[in-house]
């Protein structure tokens, strides 16, 4: 059986019948759902946290593992209609990034193949994503200008060298990273 349309589409309604049922519909991507949500213009606040939460009572696992597999996902789930400062931000990406290592950790006997992933490091020292595992190609590299107080500081730096630490961390894979420990 097939959902046969894009989760971004459907009622708040749908979304619980689909989770509930999810096992018998082989075209349920669970990362696609939870990206739907915050997505998803059919959606109000409310309704939004509610699935998450509703869908965090069967994938929580899963959601847990977004941190490293899709960090920017698991963040904008997690801080749904929270008011946060820049402060609150950062210490929440810091916990990601703890949680991150914690996850590695524990996936290093079962699967040899991190490659994928690099460290971010953009070169402004005040990133809140430096040290950030990300999956090449997820989007986080280029886009994180949402702390536009911090990248003020730093447009004078330059931008030459700035290139030049990410290209030498874009190849500063996990694998090193998992070598080193
Ligand atoms: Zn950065």
Request: aromatic share 12%.
């Amino acid at each position: 059986m097939k959902i046969g349309r894009k989760f971004n589409q459907l009622h708040k309604s749908e979304y619980f019948h689909f989770i509930d049922n999810h096992k018998k519909y082989t075209d349920f991507n669970t990362l696609g759902m939870y990206r739907s949500i915050c997505e998803n213009e059919k959606l109000n606040l409310d309704d939004r946290i509610e699935i998450r939460d509703y869908a965090n009572s069967t994938f929580g696992k899963t959601f847990n593992f977004y941190q490293l597999k899709d960090p920017k996902t698991n963040f904008d789930l997690t801080t749904l209609g929270m008011d946060l400062t820049q402060a609150d931000a950062r210490q929440l990406w810091d916990d990601i990034k703890v949680n991150q290592q914690k996850i590695l950790a524990e996936k290093r006997i079962k699967h040899r193949n991190f490659g994928e992933y690099s460290k971010h490091n953009c070169g402004y020292a005040n990133c809140p994503y430096n040290g950030l595992m990300i999956k090449q190609g997820s989007g986080l590299t280029e886009n994180h200008m949402w702390f536009k107080e911090d990248k003020n500081q730093y447009v004078a730096k330059d931008k030459s060298a700035r290139n030049k630490i990410q290209r030498k961390n874009i190849r500063h894979i996990i694998r090193d990273e998992l070598d080193n420990e």
